[in-house]
Nanobody, 122 residues
Framework: QVQLVESGGGVVQAGGSLRLSCAASGRIFSIVVMGWYRQAPGNPRELVASITGSGSTNYVDSVKGRFTISRDNAKNTFNLQMNSLKPEDTAVYFC????????????????WGQGTLVTVSS
């Protein structure tokens, strides 16, 4: 019903920048919250950043001041601008969205992208 597609991953030197994008398509009335998670080898998946429909944002402490999440409600897309990247940021990044399919739906449903690899070299 809903698909999420990430783009923008790649390889960058420490201190560099990357911009990840996530595009949502399908039956979407509204997106309650969008977020980015990441998972590094041997580590659990963690929430990196999230943004609500009203624009409220949250970040994990390790990326505060370096990463910025933003969204375009009209286009059902959102981005993660990553600056001052560190080797410990290396991970597969997954976007997610909690979607209300119609105005009659009182609940939102969670969808995930396929993941995009970010590699930060030292």
């Amino acid at each position: 019903q809903v698909q999420l597609v990430e783009s923008g991953g790649g390889v960058v030197q420490a201190g560099g920048s990357l911009r990840l994008s996530c595009a949502a398509s399908g039956r979407i009335f509204s997106i309650v919250v969008m977020g980015w998670y990441r998972q590094a080898p041997g580590n659990p998946r963690e929430l990196v950043a999230s943004i609500t429909g009203s624009g409220s944002t949250n970040y994990v402490d390790s990326v505060k001041g370096r990463f910025t999440i933003s969204r375009d409600n009209a286009k059902n897309t959102f981005n993660l601008q990553m600056n001052s990247l560190k080797p410990e940021d290396t991970a597969v990044y997954f976007c997610n969205a909690d979607v209300r399919p119609s105005s009659s739906s009182s609940s939102a449903f969670r969808y995930w992208g396929q993941g995009t690899l970010v590699t930060v070299s030292s």
